[in-house]
């Protein structure tokens, strides 16, 4: 099977792109590297750097003639998109419109996208599922979203088979160590207190204790790229097998809190990590755990390296390994 991987130079793309052609999917890589780095490409993979924004480049890869196309080039800082709407407008829909148009002319018939727990904004219950009113509280979110109701009609007027993958808080590294290239300033958590971790950032903020959880602290599902990856493979011999669309949650089904996983990393790292307590960061709900009773029905796929061990440990060796590796 050949498939596409656009975004495959970044984080989540580089460990779904490595997880594929572990399985032996013939893999060929799209990318800008605006955010993503060459470290990720392989030398196995074709790789084609392109912008999403530019019609007849993307159109031109794709009429090399694909059964799968897996989309993970996206712009994902949620509070960014709302000081910067026309950059997520921009990116995230008129890129991924680009896509699918493209996709249809060169007639490959699967898609699978990444889509976002952010979809469905502040819970009305716990755990979220797939039924769960989509409601979201950031730009970041709505474009997920948007792009989520374009497929369908998709689906409906072109015949695109797709596979919408709702990630909850994506986090960790591949558990063998092969993939290096680390995300550029980053703003979610783990990677900060990685980055603290490694003396690059001076401390961690919290961003509030006075949440109605049990330590305070903000509680999400953390998720590890691995597994992430390995439901984009469920997900796309499903499509592939049955040619039926389908949206699914990917959680760990589990909450961690801010300070457990802070702890977590003092004792996996044996560093320090310097925090302090600020305010809430706006927008930021409580709690956000997944119900991923779906994915588990319909791909038989739940999570495997979610643990909190793991996932500190395994972003932990990548920090540790890229940093020996600058040295040299
Ligand atoms: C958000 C999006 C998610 C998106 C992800 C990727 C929502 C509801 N979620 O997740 O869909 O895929 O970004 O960018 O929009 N925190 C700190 N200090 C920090 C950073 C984070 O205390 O320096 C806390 C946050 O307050 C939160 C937790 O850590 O409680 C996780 O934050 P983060 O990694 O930014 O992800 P989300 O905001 O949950």
Redesign the pocket.
């Known amino acids: 099977m050949r498939v596409l991987v656009i975004g495959g130079a970044g984080y989540i793309g580089s460990h779904v792109a490595r997880f594929f052609a572990d399985r032996g999917l013939e893999v060929d890589v799209l990318d800008n590297l605006s955010t993503g780095t060459k470290e990720n490409i392989f030398p196995e993979y074709g790789f084609y750097k392109e912008d999403i924004l530019d019609y007849a480049a993307i159109l031109g890869v794709m009429k090399r003639g694909y059964d799968a196309i897996v989309h993970l080039a996206a712009a ?4 960014e998109s709302m000081v910067n709407p026309e950059k997520y407008a921009l990116q995230n829909v008129s890129g991924t419109i680009n896509i699918l148009n493209a996709a249809c002319e060169a007639g490959v018939q699967n898609f699978v996208f990444s889509s ?3 979809i ?2 502040e819970p009305k219950y716990l755990p979220i599922d797939e039924a769960h009113p989509k409601n ?3 730009f ?2 709505f474009t ?1 979203l948007e792009i989520e109701r374009i497929l369908e009609w998709y689906d409906r007027l072109k015949g695109l088979r797709y596979a919408a993958l709702r ?5 960790g590294y591949d558990p063998e160590g092969r993939v290096r290239g680390l995300e550029k300033r980053p ?4 990677p ?1 207190i990685m980055e603290v971790a490694m003396g690059l950032m001076p401390q ?5 204790t006075d949440f109605p959880t049990p330590d305070g ?4 599902d953390y998720i590890h790229v691995t597994d992430l990856a390995r439901a984009h493979y469920a997900a796309l011999m499903h499509l592939a097998n049955e040619s039926k669309s389908f949206a699914v949650n990917l959680g760990s089904e589990q909450g961690l ?2 300070l457990e ?1 802070l702890e977590a990393a003092r004792k996996i790292t044996g560093r320090a990590i310097p925090a302090t307590i600020s305010g ?2 706006p ?3 409580a709690k ?1 755990v997944a119900s991923s009773a779906a994915a588990k029905a319909l791909l038989g796929w739940k999570a495997e390296y979610s643990d909190l061990t793991t996932i500190i440990a395994t972003s932990w060796r990548a920090y540790e390994t890229h940093s020996a590796q600058e040295k040299k």
């Open positions: 994902k800082a949620a509070g976002s727990a952010a469905y904004g979201p509280e950031n970041y979110g997920k990630y909850f808080n994506a986090a703003a979610n958590l783990v900060v961690l903020e919290v961003f509030g602290s903000g509680v999400r809190s801010v996983i809430r960061r927008g930021d709900p956000l």
